[in-house]
């Protein structure tokens, strides 16, 4: 049979030894560590979550607090005699409460990131009237 010489069997191990390494750098691996943490859902309420009325001639503004834990949503009527509704349901009708003087609701994401709320209560709809 065919016998392999000394430095061809050596240049073959030494290349073989490469392919295996590299072909390890592209196998997935868990690392020991957490690794970068997930990011917290609770920082990713949509706007979309909320129906957004106007009553005048006034108009809205968003903006967000994301320093905490959560984000918080604030949302701001700007126009003469401005004032917010809010409301539990989309369709306007059930109110909650509302903010004038100035006009800023605060509303804060919940912990799976699928609602706005206010003091734990759900928000769905909101109306800016303004003159």
């Known amino acids: 049979g065919a016998r392999l010489s000394l430095p061809l069997l ?3 191990l030494i ?3 490469f392919l295996v390494a590299n072909v ?3 196998i997935p691996m868990t690392p020991n560590s957490p690794g970068i943490p ?3 859902a609770c ?5 979309t979550l909320l129906t957004f009325g106007m009553v005048g001639n006034g108009r809205w503004d968003k903006s967000e607090d994301s320093n905490g834990a959560c984000a918080v949503g604030i949302f701001t009527c700007n ?3 401005a004032e917010i509704h809010y409301f539990a349901n989309a369709d306007f009708t059930q109110m909650l409460g509302f903010a004038n003087n100035p006009a800023v609701l605060k509303l804060d994401c ?3 990131g699928t609602q706005w709320q ?3 209560t759900t928000v769905k709809s909101a109306r800016c009237m303004a003159t």
Request: hydrophobic share 25%; glycine share 12%; proline share 0%.
């Open 79 to 81: 126009g003469n005699t």
């Open 38 to 40: 997930a990011e917290v």
């Open 15 to 17: 290349i073989l030894s």
């Open 43 to 47: 920082t990713k309420c949509s706007d």
């Open 110 to 112: 919940n912990g799976a």
């Open 10 to 12: 050596t240049t073959t």
């Open 118 to 120: 206010k003091a734990g």
């Open 24 to 26: 390890q750098a592209c």
